[in-house]
């Protein structure tokens, strides 16, 4: 949905501690998540951590974030379909290094936080280390803005 000219960010799934930016002197605020993120949050909030207008003293924001959507997944059942058993132990755990450790992993695979691009092919990496490529696919994807910093 537009708002002028603008999308209108969905506030569920911005975390509560992403920086925010209301600087709309700003060359490139229109294509910024953090002042996208800014407009969206006026309806609702009443707090939240900014980026200052001193910023805008700079050449080049050091906050900016680019507001491009990408496709983010969750869920492993899928990857572990064609596994043989002798690899589970030794991926799973590698996935879990990876994540950083067992909670991670958990919220990995129950979509409660979502793999960017990057973790994608890093975690396909691993299974094609052990010789597998066909099939690989995560359980679940969904476009959508990349909050992580």
């Given at each position: 949905m537009e708002t002028?000219?603008?999308t209108k960010i969905d506030m569920r799934n911005v975390p509560a501690s992403y920086?925010?930016?209301?600087?709309?002197?700003?060359?490139?605020?229109?294509?910024?998540l953090r002042w996208m993120v800014g407009q969206s949050n006026q309806a609702n909030g009443?707090?939240?951590?900014?980026?200052?207008?001193?910023?805008?003293?700079?050449?080049?924001?050091?906050?900016?974030?680019?507001?491009?959507?990408?496709?983010?997944?969750?869920?492993?059942?899928?990857?572990?379909d064609d596994v043989?058993?002798?690899?589970?132990?030794?991926l799973r755990d590698a996935m879990k290094r990876y994540l950083g450790g067992?909670?991670?992993?958990?919220?990995?695979?129950?979509?409660?936080r979502l793999l960017t691009p990057e973790q994608q092919a890093h975690i396909?990496?691993?299974?094609?280390?052990k010789g597998y490529t066909e099939g690989l696919q995560f359980d679940h994807y969904v476009t959508t803005y990349n909050f992580d910093d």
């Amino acid at each position: 949905m537009e708002t002028n000219n603008t999308t209108k960010i969905d506030m569920r799934n911005v975390p509560a501690s992403y920086v925010s930016c209301f600087n709309d002197q700003c060359p490139r605020c229109h294509q910024c998540l953090r002042w996208m993120v800014g407009q969206s949050n006026q309806a609702n909030g009443t707090i939240s951590t900014v980026v200052l207008p001193t910023v805008l003293k700079l050449k080049q924001c050091p906050e900016y974030r680019s507001a491009e959507q990408v496709t983010m997944a969750w869920g492993f059942s899928k990857l572990f379909d064609d596994v043989k058993s002798k690899h589970e132990t030794p991926l799973r755990d590698a996935m879990k290094r990876y994540l950083g450790g067992n909670g991670t992993y958990s919220r990995y695979k129950l979509g409660r936080r979502l793999l960017t691009p990057e973790q994608q092919a890093h975690i396909i990496g691993l299974f094609r280390a052990k010789g597998y490529t066909e099939g690989l696919q995560f359980d679940h994807y969904v476009t959508t803005y990349n909050f992580d910093d």
